[in-house]
C-alpha cells in the first residue's frame, strides 16, 4: 500500500530511526485510511510521504526552477517538511487555522482530552517539541494517563514530521481505545474508526497547508504576467 514496505523501508535507511521503531507505526490504520482518499489525494500523498512533492528543491533539482527558497517566506530551503515548519505570518495563520479545525474535530468525536492537548500542542509548538512534554494530567484514570505518556514516548521516537506524514504510533489507538471502553459502556465506538478518520483529518491538514503554498506561488505568477502585460503596452 501507499505507506507499505518499500516506505518502512526507506524510513529506516534515511532517517535515524531503527527498524524495530518502524514497527511500531500503526500501518493498519495507515492503510485503511489511504482507501479513503481519491486517487488524486492519494498520488499527493505518495510524493509528500516519500519527499518527492514539488518542492522549491525539487524543482530546482529537476532543473525547471533556478531559486530553492521557500516561495512563502523567501528565507529557507523549501522542503516536504519545512512547509509545516514555514513561520512567514500568513503561512502560520492558515497552520494554526487548521489545528484549530483539527481540535474541534477531535473534540467532536470523543478523543481523549489528554489526547487532544498533546496532539494539539505538539502541532503547535512544532518539530523541535517533545510529545511527551506536551503530556497532562487531565483524568483520575491513572491508565490512561499512562497509556497517553506511552504513546507520547514512542511518538517521539518515530518523529513529529513522521506524525505529520501520518506515520503514528500504535499507543495512540491503545491509549483512545481505553478512553471509549470507560466513557461509552454500551454503545458501540471504535478505536479504529477513531484512528483512521483521525489519519484522514492529518492527510488533509497537511494538504490544507499544500494548497496555500501554491495559492501564494499562483497569486504571484498572476502578478508577474500582470506586471510583463503593462510593459508590452508601455
Given at each position: 500500500h501507499i505507506q507499505g514496505?518499500?516506505?518502512k523501508l526507506h524510513i529506516a535507511n534515511t532517517t535515524q530511526i531503527s527498524v524495530e521503531t518502524v514497527d511500531t507505526?500503526?500501518?493498519d490504520m495507515i492503510e485503511k485510511s489511504t482507501k479513503l482518499l481519491s486517487i488524486n489525494k492519494r498520488l499527493w500523498l505518495l510524493k509528500?510521504?516519500?519527499g518527492f512533492a514539488p518542492t522549491a528543491s525539487k524543482m530546482v533539482h529537476r532543473d525547471e526552477w533556478d531559486n530553492d527558497l521557500c516561495p512563502q517566506c523567501?528565507?529557507?530551503r523549501e522542503t516536504t517538511e519545512h512547509l509545516l515548519e514555514c513561520t512567514q505570518t500568513e503561512a502560520t495563520k492558515n497552520?494554526?487555522?487548521s489545528i484549530l479545525q483539527l481540535r474541534k474535530w477531535l473534540n467532536d468525536v470523543e478523543t481523549a482530552p489528554g489526547i487532544v492537548e498533546c496532539i494539539i500542542l505538539a502541532?503547535?509548538?512544532g518539530p523541535e517539541c517533545s510529545f511527551q512534554e506536551m503530556t497532562r494530567d487531565q483524568s483520575n484514570d491513572?491508565?490512561?494517563n499512562k497509556l497517553i505518556f506511552d504513546a507520547a514516548r514512542m511518538q517521539d521516537s518515530i518523529g513529529w514530521h513522521n506524525f505529520a506524514r501520518g506515520r503514528i504510533s500504535t499507543q495512540w489507538r491503545k491509549a483512545q481505545d481505553h478512553f471509549l471502553k470507560k466513557v461509552n459502556e454500551g454503545r458501540k465506538r471504535s478505536s479504529k474508526t477513531w484512528c483512521t478518520n483521525?489519519?484522514?483529518k492529518m492527510y488533509h491538514f497537511v494538504y490544507e497547508q499544500w494548497e496555500f503554498r501554491n495559492a501564494v506561488i499562483a497569486k504571484e505568477s498572476q502578478k508577474k504576467a500582470s506586471i510583463s502585460e503593462r510593459r508590452k503596452l508601455e
Open positions: 514496505t518499500a516506505i507505526i500503526d500501518w509528500h510521504v516519500s523567501g528565507i529557507c497552520r494554526m487555522k502541532l503547535t509548538s491513572n491508565e490512561l483521525f489519519l484522514v
